[in-house]
C-alpha cells in the first residue's frame, strides 16, 4: 500500500514535489516488476489415452491441475470422425475456462486436425507458419498468436516437428530460428515456443534451436516425457527467447501416465 502525506504537508508547493516524485517512483517500480507465466506443454494424442478411451474431461483435469497461464496443445481433432465429431479446442477451452485458439494443419475424417492454444489473456493475431516436409502427408506447422498479458504483449507458439525423419526435424528447427527471428525485429515482443519436437536434448535439431532459444529443461535430465506408461526420453519442451528477458523459475514434467501417450511439461518462467 502506498503511504500518502497528510493533506496540510501538500499545500506546500515543495512538498507536492516530493510527493510527485514519489508517486512517479513508485510508478516505475511496478513497471519494472517481473510477469510471470505458468506454461503446459501438452500433446494430447487427440484425446485418446494409452487405454485407448478418448475422454477430454480427464486431460482438462490434467491441465486444470497446472492452473495454467499458457498451453500449446499438439494433436488435436476438430470434429473429426474417429472423436465423434466434437471440436476439441473449443470443448477444453469450456472445460478449462481458458480462451481457445484452433491452428488447422490437414484435413482428417470430414474435419480438420492440428494443434491449439489455450490461454487465460487475450489472444490475436494468430498466425499459421508452414514448416519444411512431406507436404503430401502431414506437412508440419508451426502456430503463433500474440497474447496480452496485463500490459505485456508477448508471442506464443505451438509445434510439432516429424516424429520419424531427423533430416526434416533439422530444415523444421532451421526454418523455426529464421521465422521467429524475422518475428522478433518486426515486433520486438518476448517469445515462448512450446511442442512437441520428436528430439532428444542431444540430437542436432535442438542443438540448432538452442542457438537462438533457451530451453526450460536446459541441463536436466530427469525431464523425461515419452512414453506416458513408462517415460524413457525427453521429446517435449518449453523454449524462450531472448534468452536474457526470460528467466526460468521452476519446470517439471507432470507425472500423469494414462490420458494421453505423453506426459505434459509445465514451467514457470519470468518476464522482465
Same mark, same amino acid.
Given at each position: 500500500?502506498? +503511504? ?29 516488476? @517481473? ?30 491441475? +497446472? ?41 482428417? *475424417? ?14 490475436? *493475431?494468430?498466425?499459421?507458419?508452414? $514448416? ?52 522478433? @525485429? ?5 517469445? &515462448? ?24 529443461? *536446459? ?18 519442451? &518449453? $523454449? ?30 519470468? &518476464?522482465?
Amino acid at each position: 500500500m502506498l +503511504c500518502r502525506p497528510p493533506m496540510s504537508c501538500l499545500r506546500c508547493p515543495i512538498q507536492r514535489v516530493f510527493a510527485a516524485i514519489a508517486l512517479l517512483s513508485f510508478g516505475a517500480g511496478l513497471s519494472a516488476q @517481473e510477469q510471470t507465466l505458468r506454461v503446459l506443454c501438452y500433446n494430447i494424442h487427440h484425446g485418446e489415452g494409452v487405454d485407448g478411451k478418448v475422454d477430454l474431461i480427464r486431460q482438462a483435469e490434467v491441465i486444470n491441475s +497446472c492452473s495454467p497461464d499458457l498451453v500449446a496443445l499438439q494433436e488435436v481433432d476438430d470434429k473429426t470422425e474417429r472423436t465423434g465429431r466434437i471440436d476439441q479446442t473449443a470443448r477444453l477451452a469450456e472445460l478449462t475456462g481458458l480462451n481457445g485458439r484452433f491452428v488447422h494443419q490437414l484435413d482428417f *475424417e470430414g474435419g480438420r486436425y492440428g494443434q491449439a492454444i489455450l490461454s487465460k489473456f487475450p489472444i490475436s *493475431e494468430v498466425t499459421l507458419h508452414w $514448416l519444411p516436409g512431406m507436404p503430401d502427408r502431414e506437412r508440419r506447422i508451426a502456430g503463433a498468436v500474440v497474447v496480452q498479458v496485463n500490459d505485456l504483449k508477448l508471442t506464443f507458439v505451438t509445434t510439432h516437428l516429424h516424429h520419424n525423419n531427423e533430416s526434416f526435424r533439422q530444415q523444421q528447427s532451421s526454418q523455426l530460428n529464421q521465422v521467429f527471428a524475422k518475428h522478433a @525485429e518486426t515486433l520486438g515482443l518476448p517469445m &515462448i515456443l512450446a511442442g512437441d519436437l520428436n528430439a532428444t536434448p542431444d540430437s542436432q535439431p535442438l542443438r540448432t534451436l538452442r542457438e537462438e532459444w533457451q530451453s526450460a529443461t *536446459e541441463g536436466q535430465a530427469d525431464m523425461l516425457t515419452f512414453p506416458a506408461v513408462k517415460p524413457e526420453r525427453q521429446l517435449d519442451y &518449453i $523454449l524462450t527467447r531472448p534468452k536474457g528477458r526470460i528467466a526460468v523459475r521452476s519446470v517439471k514434467v507432470i507425472n500423469e501416465h494414462v490420458a494421453s501417450d505423453h506426459c505434459p511439461l509445465f514451467a514457470e518462467v519470468a &518476464i522482465q
